[in-house]
């Protein structure tokens, strides 16, 4: 726990002399959900509030895989063979799944904020929706940081992050889209029950298994 608890330390210290990284992250929020309400805004008959949840969690996601991809790929190679003498590889995969989830459950609060400012805030239960996000928060913090960690290994790994991703993120997006609608339909939180385990399940069974796996990984 000292372990991960040093290195969390790490990253926000590092990420607060860095500003432009995270300031970039909110305007790139910012400006996209700008777009949309340009887009919308003569055709306001078009944003039914399917499209709006569709919408927006399509800005959460494309927000994530920028933030997360420089986990690793930021990393000097000097610095990671200073890591590989000091820490264990449980504690580094840890502390960047729990870094990043804070970072994406901050730009996603605040892009929520923003997103129903703007364009509208159709949703019937906000609390079962900040519910929602925090789990995706979770979810796509623990696929895109793993992947981060494999993609770093090769040349490409932006191309290789998406590739890999891309089956992970799907069922996840879908049953978070589908759990947000129930929010912004205002219904009863036990119609909901399914969907809330699901997504625990799958952020259980990704952090356990880059806890596992990221090791061997580690060692290469």
């Known amino acids: 726990m000292n372990e991960i608890k040093t290195l969390i ?13 995270l300031s970039g992250m ?12 340009l887009s919308f805004n003569l055709r306001r008959n078009q944003l039914t509030p399917i499209v709006w949840n569709t919408l927006f969690w399509i800005i959460i996601l494309f927000t994530a895989v920028n933030a997360i991809a420089k986990s690793f790929s930021q990393e000097r190679y000097g610095r990671l063979i200073y890591y590989y003498n000091l820490c264990s590889p449980q504690a ?12 994406m459950l901050v730009l996603a609060v605040i892009g929520f ?3 129903a400012f703007v364009m509208g805030n ?10 929602c996000i925090l789990l995706a928060a979770i979810g796509f913090a623990s696929v895109l940081t ?29 049953m978070t889209i589908r759990l947000a609608k129930n929010a912004m339909d205002g219904l009863d939180r036990s119609v909901s029950t399914d969907e809330i385990i699901t997504l625990l399940a799958i952020d259980a069974i990704v952090i356990t298994l880059s806890y596992l796996l990221f090791p061997f990984l580690w060692r290469s």
């Open 9 to 21: 330390w790490k990253e926000v210290t590092l990420e607060w002399r860095q500003k432009y990284a």
């Open 122 to 131: 159709p949703v019937g239960d906000i609390g079962l929706y900040f519910i």
């Open 113 to 115: 904020g923003f997103y």
């Open 92 to 103: 580094i995969i840890v502390s960047k799944i729990i870094y990043n989830s804070l970072v």
């Open 146 to 174: 793993l992947v981060a960690g494999i993609a770093s290994k090769a040349e490409n790994n932006a191309t290789l992050m998406a590739v890999l991703s891309f089956p992970i993120i799907l069922p996840m997006l879908l």
């Open 26 to 37: 909110l305007l790139y929020v910012v400006s996209t959900v700008f777009v949309c309400y």
